[in-house]
């Protein structure tokens, strides 16, 4: 949508009028941006999220997900679901790797940021924790999964649900 003669006359006045309100009084600088609305075509969003990188890439390259259907996903080992969820975040492919990862018996724990597996029963259990032998995935050093002995993973730090927006 192009913007019309009117449209930019006004956004130049708009323009000076706030370059003379002082610095110092913010407030009146503030209450000066939110008199101008957000015109709908500057809110509309794209429906496909690509993730931006600093880095070139060829004109051959896919421009959007290569797969969406969930059947396809579920073809794919850990190694490349863990992949998905830590490298494409805030995606429609990390829910559904997320998802899986849980239909595989991991469990994501929110302070740690990583996935934990149960290794055999817990030796120790109360309504808040529990203390266990665990698989963890190592994403920040080997890119692994690491086994943890006598690990007390509390209830209220894991996430019970993922929700996609």
């Known amino acids: 949508m192009e913007r019309n003669q009117d449209d930019t006359e ?14 110092e009084n913010s ?3 503030l209450d000066f941006a939110c008199r101008f609305a957000v015109r709908p075509d500057e809110r509309k969003k794209s429906q496909l999220q690509i993730l931006k990188t600093s880095y070139e890439t060829h004109n051959s390259f ?7 259907d969930v059947e396809q996903y579920k073809k794919l080992d850990l190694d490349a679901l863990f992949f998905i969820f830590y490298h494409q975040q805030g995606s429609y492919q990390q829910f559904v790797a997320s998802k899986l990862l849980k239909s595989k018996d991991w469990i994501y724990h929110k302070q740690y940021q990583t996935w934990f597996q149960r290794q055999g029963n817990p030796k120790a259990t109360s309504p808040e924790k529990e203390l266990g032998t665990y698989l963890y995935f190592d994403y920040e050093v080997k890119w692994t999964q690491q086994k943890k002995a006598n690990f007390e993973l509390e209830y209220a730090k894991i996430e019970n649900d993922v929700k996609f927006k």
């Not at 956004?11 to 706030?18: H, K, L, P, R």
């Open 10 to 23: 006004e956004q130049d006045e708009s323009d000076e009028e706030f370059s003379k309100i002082a610095i």
């Open 27 to 29: 407030k009146e600088a």
């Open 62 to 68: 896919p421009k959007k997900p290569l797969m969406n």
